[in-house]
């Protein structure tokens, strides 16, 4: 597990073979630092479960050498688990003054005592973490105040390049500074770990400022109300809705939590700005007539419990849909979330709305570089050594195969997963040993990990419900009888199939009866007894309704 | 309920605001038909949900002037109620002989009493109902043999487009023939229902020729063996297969039950060839190099039980992937289940394959109209009543948008829910009255509707298990003293957390001897303890450990 001193070494604890929870340790020698700490959004199989964070086994088993933990930029998959992590580890964290803004009450909320471990960086200032000196550089991105890292080590400079695209005209005015990079890694760069979410997809990705055109024809011809959804991190878009609201004569009001409490940062920060004083809050908003008024809302995933998807089903106190409001959702499903979206879409449209959405009209642009993009980067920083990370599989092999088409080095490209340690020398570069990387569940309070079947059980019991068999043995020796009830949930709402669980009870009854009349030790114990009553009983209702729920007895002995 | 004589009636009972479950029921007056009975496969919320059927309560209260049931096409989201169907009605059915061919097995399963009730229809040749003169007519599509449907009525010609394309170089030799249409309705239709899936989409759907070119492209250029997953019933890809195969010294081996089937079915009928005999089964194909190899296979959606997913996880009998081989998956994920295809092609590279699908290859193409091509068909028609069908409410209205720029007059579309029961007379068409169209839901054998919470207490079971709490209470009068077990399922796996249970227990255990103490009668009866108990545990667990399982009391006296 130590790295030899004269090495770099590279852990994924996150975000290779998953879109979420990246982080990343990179170091040389004794000194490593973490890069961005987030989580990831649980796929469907994952029940109960509210998001998922990185295992820090790694993080805790080299502590000493960890110097800092240096954030990208502010979105939940970069930033979400720096609470968790610093609950255990007393690290400073450095980050791009929004990070740290959007950090603030997340730290509050679930680290209060640690929250001064965190510091704004001054992009283009270099820090020196023992034998690593590390400067942040601009990026475009979705959110403001995005960077890459470089880090000087002695084998040469690394470049993390963060999540990236080369806009040349973005709504904040700051686009990639590669010229910064070609600066900081002059003879090219040692290692670069490049952003893979788009790997796969041809060409440029479009400018954010086309979206702003966009955006701002529908509001200039929409008649009444406009709706628009977005991140709630998007601030570019909260910025383009305050525009067109100023120059069209709308007020802008915004809902949902999330974007209500970004909104207020970037204000604070400088990062959105209100010159007209357009916004206002919903109540005001509400006694303006419809063709005054934005509202930007939070929902463009179609989160069952966002502001826009309580309006769809006409579930919200303050908002409610129809015919003459345009509703503009402004952003593209993240894979896994297309039918929540499009569920959205189809009732907005069923209480009348006009909607914009990403396959009618221009209404979003992702922030991730195209291959094109990702080409560039590689002939700028012409790397010895490539890593592609954040992303899939899939993103990652495409990526890796840009890189080689550029030149890279076969031996030199290293598609790794989670967990695996990379060890680098001046010479050559190979994977020396693999560290736990297992997905951390975070529900409610409650932080944990699967050690077992419990999501296996779960999903056993949505399927199917569950029967609780309840037996009560009464009497004493021979005359010892049993009586059965059953309790069931999620089982059935049939009348019918109810009637199944009664004449299974009471076959379950004679059943234990006979046994106790034979008066067979070996059945007389509770667990004997819970055996047979659970076979028998499962059995009997997977023949007559081919159903199988988690049947559980429990037996009382009086 | 009653349409008037001289109207024309259109009730949609599936597949309008869904893509599945398609079945609607046309006619005039007295004589009505049913096209397309099918199947819905049920989004992540339906827990436990095999398929979705559609509500026949329609049928059932208008039997008598139902005269035969119509389909277009052999897919499951048009036939695969059928069976349900007919085990309930009594009706005679027309199908394209491969629909009637692919009927079969499912009817001898389902409802074998019926299976002479299929009737094999011969494209080209009027069928007369009453006042209805049908014909079937060839369309493309992604399976042989389909058809949409003319119908004459006193009012005019009424257009069912089925599921369809405009390919003029389709690989089965069958191009949509909207010739025939136009000779059915010269003077243009009076109404016209035509497939809105793809209204979304600009352009012309490419043609089936260019996926075969690319997969035999792929199938020349690879070393190893060559896997193919795709539907089932795209016969044509299979085809494909075959041919390539023959033309590079490969045999094709078929995995999957569904695609064996099919394909048996469609070589009997002719809707497949092997005349170099290529097909040959998986153990002698595994007793070849496997340059000579080719594997058919389903499982290009992700679905968890596939040949294509369990070989993904290394857990097929048969079939061990591994560096060498090339998968491609010559399909595209059906909205919904994006996250298990992308889980699938990753699990394939991560075991060494090279992987082909629709992001980084042109292996599929789909069987649906795009934009031009709906706009052909409505202006080959000239509909004056126009019904967008096969779609969600988004598709439907894009859909009906492309008729209104047609020129088709606004109140004569009509963007329909189903269940809406859509009167034509000769003057004008109205919305009447709208019946049941509820979910029916099959899980194994078992076919139920939701009439409560079901899959509310399922969710609840999902994400945070269960926990039983077996109270039992002994002894006599002011002697009473109770006793807590807990059983629990897919709570926790955390020792720390089950040592909550029993702490619970035991705070439950004293609150109930209080109040037996103090022999208060309101709490004696078995619901007013559960009650006490349940609500004391629940309590305490949320406060301990913010989680929220199902807790479910049951109390025993003795």
């Known amino acids: 597990m130590q790295g030899d001193f004269r090495e770099l070494t590279v852990v994924p604890l996150g975000g290779l073979g998953e879109i979420g929870r990246n982080m990343t340790v990179i170091g040389y020698g004794d000194d ?19 998001f998922i964070i990185p295992d820090f086994s790694y993080v805790a088993d080299n502590i000493e050498k960890i110097k800092a933990v240096l954030i990208t930029h502010g979105h939940e998959d970069h930033i979400g688990a720096v609470p968790y992590l610093l609950r255990e580890f007393d690290l400073p964290v450095y980050a791009p003054p ?43 991105h979705s959110i403001p105040d995005a960077t890459g890292i470089a880090i000087k080590t002695p084998l040469g400079v690394v470049v993390h390049t963060g999540d990236f695209k080369i806009d040349h005209t ?8 590669f010229r910064a990079l070609a600066r900081l890694a002059p003879e090219g760069a040692f290692l670069l770990l490049s952003d893979s979410t788009y790997a796969e997809t041809e060409g440029y990705t479009p400018s954010e400022r086309i979206v702003a055109e966009s955006l701002d024809n529908v509001i200039r011809e929409a008649q009444g109300r406009v709706l628009v959804a977005t991140f709630a991190s998007l601030i570019s878009r909260i910025q383009m809705a305050i525009d067109s ?29 209100d010159p007209n004083n357009v916004l206002i809050d919903i109540d005001r908003a509400n006694r303006l007539d419809p063709s005054q008024v934005i509202v930007m809302t939070t929902g463009s995933q179609g989160e069952p419990t966002s502001a826009l998807v309580r309006m769809s089903n006409r579930a919200h106190r303050q908002v409610k849909i129809g015919r003459g ?17 499009t569920r959205t879409v189809n009732n907005l449209m069923l209480l009348g709305a006009v909607v914009f959405y990403d396959k009618n009209a221009t209404v979003h642009v992702h922030g991730h570089a195209s291959k094109e993009e990702l080409k560039s980067v590689i002939s700028i920083l012409k790397p010895q050594y490539f890593v592609p990370i954040h992303g899939e599989r899939r993103h990652l092999s495409a990526h890796a195969v840009i890189a080689r088409d550029l030149g890279v080095e076969l031996e030199n490209v290293f598609v790794l997963q989670d967990g695996d340690v990379l060890s680098i020398g001046r010479e050559s570069g190979r994977v020396t040993d693999h560290v736990s990387a297992d997905y951390v569940f975070v529900s409610g309070k409650h932080v944990w990990r699967a050690t077992g079947k419990i999501f296996d059980e779960r999903g056993s019991l949505a399927s199917g419900g569950v029967v609780f068999l309840q037996v009560h043995i009464q009497g004493e020796g021979l005359n010892k009888r049993s009586s059965v009830e059953t309790i069931s949930k999620g089982f059935t709402e049939d009348p019918h199939e109810l009637e199944y669980l009664e004449e299974a009870s009471y076959l379950v009854e004679k059943d234990i009866n006979r046994q106790l009349e034979m008066g067979d030790e070996k059945f007389l114990t509770r667990e004997g007894i819970a055996k047979i009553a659970r076979e028998k009983f499962a059995n009997f209702l997977y023949n007559e309704t081919g159903k199988r729920p988690t049947v559980m007895p429990s037996v009382v002995v009086s």
């Open 32 to 50: 490593l630092v973490i890069i961005d700490s987030g989580i990831l959004f649980p796929s469907e199989q994952y029940f109960g479960v509210d």
């Open 98 to 140: 929004l990070a740290k803004g959007l950090l603030g009450p997340k730290m509050k909320e679930k680290a209060p005592s640690k929250i001064d471990n965190l510091h704004a960086v001054n992009v283009g200032n270099p820090m020196t973490f023992g034998s690593l000196e590390v400067e942040f550089f601009p990026v475009s």
């Open 170 to 177: 973005p709504v904040d005015g700051h686009p990639s500074d």
């Open 245 to 273: 609201g100023s120059r069209y004569g709308r007020k802008v009001a915004i809902l949902g939590r999330s974007m209500v409490n970004n909104v207020r940062i970037a204000l604070d920060m400088g990062y959105l700005n």
């Open 325 to 341: 409001d345009t509703v503009i959702i402004s952003a593209s499903p993240i894979p896994g979330n297309e039918r929540l979206v």
